[in-house]
Each structure stands twice: as C-alpha cells, then as structure tokens.
C-alpha cells in the first residue's frame, strides 16, 4: 500500500477500520485495486455532495452570480487603485 498512489488518498479519506482492511488486503492480495478504490471513492463523493449541491443552488439563480461577481470586480478594483496609487506615491510618480 505504501508505494500505491490510492494509498494516500485513504490516508485523508478513509477511517481505522478502512485502512487496516486495506493494509490486509493489497499485502495479502486479498482485494483488487477496484475494491480498494470504491471506499476511496465514496468519501470523496460524500465530501463534494454539499459543494454540488451549491452548485446547483447557484446555476438556478444566475442573477446572484452576476451580481456576486460585480459586487466582488467593484471591491477588487478599489482595492486595486488603492494599491496602485501607494505604488505611485513610492515610486515619486504621484501627479
């Protein structure tokens, strides 16, 4: 297990008890490499199922997007010219 690249991905995802079948499994052959994916695969859809579910609350509400984005450009480019004029009293080039 230690040289699979899933290995590590149980490592993050998976429980004790997950692990060791693992461990137990690939040393001894005892599962393949789909068995040892599939609890791998199940915890990464169980964590992206509230992200996808946001998803889909915002592609149904594309008004709140837009304005979420302009609200966010607005703020950026104030903080922008903020940067933008310090650089230019820095650098003498205040007019």
Request: some cysteine; hydrophobic content about 30%.
């Amino acid at each position: 297990p230690d040289k699979c690249p899933v290995w590590q991905f149980h490592k993050i995802y998976s429980d004790d008890s997950t692990k060791s079948w693992v461990e137990k499994g690939c040393r001894s052959a005892g599962i393949g490499c789909v068995d040892c994916k599939r609890p791998v695969i199940e915890a990464i859809n169980r964590e992206l199922a509230p992200i996808q579910e946001s998803i889909k609350e915002y592609q149904a509400d594309l008004g709140s997007v837009k304005r979420i984005v302009a609200e966010g450009s607005e703020q950026a480019r104030e903080e922008a010219n903020k940067t933008i004029n310090d650089v230019r009293e820095a650098m003498g080039l205040d007019y």
